[in-house]
């Protein structure tokens, strides 16, 4: 359950909240593959059933920034990728227990992962370069401090700093596609997954809320230039349909009734208004 504008210039350039690709075990200076052959390359069906089961986070804090970590056996000893062998960890928890300062009960995280005890993975964002501008289906909002609102819902926009040099502060609620459900929640710069979503996947600086094999319900990425960019979306609100299907298809807002209320096209710039969409 979840809890209730300018450009920077180049030689400026910040990470709004810090995602690395997600790494496979340590182990000193072993390559590519261990003692047996077995690469350290997880593959993909076998890292999703690792995040499902693990409820997308580190199982002992519930970070969603996590490293895929071998416990039974290690993975120098490993012969196969088995998803039940293997846990979510975060870069600490995963140094501290491979360097053995953490006996942490792993068997036991795993039947009670953090994240789904709490009901969602977090990670914090970090917003030192002010308030980015965001692009959405590639139409580009600029300086508006409530992006979309719907009602009285604020679903994606932004508080000022609290001081000046502290990060400007995000928060969103992206639903599901049936608007029942919150997939997603930034609140004041803290990331959080619902942990029923079907998948949620980190790569570099791009992240995807899966709602099954197909079908994609956010993705979002940080740009080199300090974009916040939304790539997809498929969210119902309060009966209005919010879509977004690549950067070269446009921002299509649809209402309750079925009639296509507004589409921002690929390029177009919404500039300087407090609140840019308001339903």
């Given amino acids: 359950m979840f809890a209730d504008g300018h450009t920077p210039a180049p030689n400026s350039e910040r990470r709004l909240f810090r995602l690395s690709a997600a790494a496979n075990d340590g182990g000193g200076d072993m390559g590519e593959v261990n003692q047996f052959g077995l690469s350290r390359e997880i593959p993909e069906p076998v890292k999703r059933q690792v995040r499902q089961r693990c409820a997308f986070g580190c199982v002992l804090c519930g970070c969603a920034i996590i490293d895929y970590h071998h416990f039974d056996p290690p993975f120098r000893d490993a012969t196969e990728h088995r998803p039940e062998a293997i846990a979510l960890l975060c870069p600490l928890h995963h140094r501290l227990i491979e360097s053995g300062l953490d006996c942490a009960d792993l068997g036991n995280a795993l039947k009670h992962p953090y994240a789904r005890q709490q009901g969602f993975a977090r990670t914090p964002f970090d917003f030192r370069g002010g308030i980015p501008p965001i692009t959405i289906g590639g139409a580009l909002f600029v300086g508006s401090q409530r992006v979309i609102v719907v009602g009285d819902e604020m679903i994606l926009g932004f508080d ?70 939304i790539e997809h979306l498929n969210m119902v609100c309060r009966g209005y349909t919010f879509r977004v299907s690549g950067e070269s298809h446009g921002f299509k807002i649809i209402l309750p009734s079925g009639e296509r209320w507004v589409t921002f096209a690929p390029g177009a710039t919404v500039a300087a208004c407090y609140t840019a969409i308001h339903g």
């Fill in 160 to 229: 000022a700093p609290e001081a000046k040099g502290l990060p400007g502060l995000l928060s969103a609620r992206f639903y599901d596609h049936s608007g029942a459900r919150v997939a997603v929640e930034i609140a004041r710069n803290e990331f959080r997954s619902n942990s029923r979503n079907w998948d949620v996947e980190q790569s570099g600086n791009r992240l995807t809320i899966r709602t099954g094999p197909r079908g994609i319900g956010l993705q979002f990425s940080i740009r080199g230039n300090a974009v916040l960019a």
